[in-house]
């Protein structure tokens, strides 16, 4: 029974960190087309957004210091929204609670409406829908980090720890039972950042779908690999 529960464990704990890698392809995607279409800000890299606030400042950029202030500000309302719901959890001790896949949800509504906005816009919004879109995706990329947060020391927005760690760990020749997964989500916001930044540039009609599918991927994998034997 022991040694069945402990397989149990390490197939759910793969899933897992499986599901992470894919949603980090998202936030490459989102953070890419924000910072190339959208007034040059993160809608995750909260850390940059700081930085950018203070270059608009130093620069008396008005159109900056909107930008990176909507970026900071939707961040936070979606941790706001987010937070609550991932943290009403029915049981203890579960791998992937269902509350973290309902939160996902929520993302996934937030993105829908970026969507909506993206295409009316026809891929090119003006100054007054930037902020609106930004405003969004920064909304989602705060509400994907209350989700995952709940999962334990992981992140599929702010990375700068995972490298540390990643590189740390390499050094020292000590790798943790994480450092496959940490590989995996530095090399996934990278690759959803390249996907994003060529489907912006070249189908913009289709980065709605590249930003979505992964995440609509992870929910739906979320219910269905964890909830048959939890």
Do not use: K
Request: one cysteine or more; proline letters at 3%; glycine letters at 12%.
């Amino acid at each position: 029974m022991r040694a069945r529960a402990a397989m149990t464990r390490s197939r759910h704990g793969a899933v897992r960190d499986g599901l992470l890698v894919l949603l980090t392809l998202t936030t490459g995607a989102v953070d890419a087309s924000c910072f190339l279409h959208l007034g040059n800000v993160f809608s995750s890299v909260i850390t940059g957004n700081l930085v950018l606030l203070g270059v608009a400042a130093a620069t008396q950029s008005a159109s900056l210091a909107i930008h990176s202030g909507v970026a900071l500000a939707g961040y936070s309302a979606g941790v706001l929204i987010g937070a609550p719901i991932a943290t009403r959890r029915a049981r203890g001790g579960e791998t992937w609670p269902l509350s973290v896949s309902v939160t996902l949800v929520a993302e996934f509504c937030v993105l829908a409406a970026f969507s909506v906005g993206w295409e009316l816009t026809g891929g090119r919004p003006g100054s007054t829908a930037q902020v609106l879109l930004i405003a969004a995706l920064a909304g989602a990329m705060g509400i994907q980090s209350a989700a995952v947060r709940q999962l334990g020391g992981m992140s599929t927005t702010y990375l700068t720890g995972t490298l540390t760690a990643v590189v740390t760990e390499l050094v020292t020749r000590d790798r943790g039972p994480g450092f496959a997964r940490s590989v995996g989500v530095l090399a996934a916001i990278v690759s959803g950042a390249v996907v994003g930044g060529l489907v912006a540039e070249h189908a913009p009609a289709w980065l709605p779908a590249a930003i979505v599918t992964p995440l609509a991927v992870v929910v739906i994998a979320s219910i269905t690999g964890f909830d048959a034997d939890e």
